[in-house]
């Protein structure tokens, strides 16, 4: 598996790991409000994969902590991505 494929999937099983652990709730209440408009669970959970992602990325390129209400904020204007 090369080093792409590697990420993805670690995204992936972060997001499942929150839809499962309800950690945060929003992460839930997303992938449920995104299938009910009618996506498949596939693709609402790469959508909230890259909200983890840019997450993420802030958190190392700013060098600053976790921010769980920047995530919530970005996951509430899902399918609508990231900047």
Do not use: H, W
């Not at 792409?4 to 670690?10: H, I, P, S, W």
């Not at 449920?32 to 909230?48: H, Q």
Request: glycine share 4%; net charge negative; hydrophobic share 40%.
């Amino acid at each position: 598996m090369n080093a792409d494929k590697r990420l993805n999937k670690a995204i992936l099983d972060v997001v499942d790991n929150q839809i499962r652990a309800l950690n945060p709730p929003a992460t839930k209440e997303t992938f449920d409000r995104l299938v009910s408009e009618g996506l498949d669970r596939d693709e609402a959970r790469r959508l909230i994969g890259c909200v983890v992602a840019s997450e993420i990325f802030d958190v190392l390129k700013d060098l600053q902590p976790y921010n769980e209400v920047r995530y919530v904020t970005a996951l509430g204007k899902l399918p609508e991505l990231p900047e």
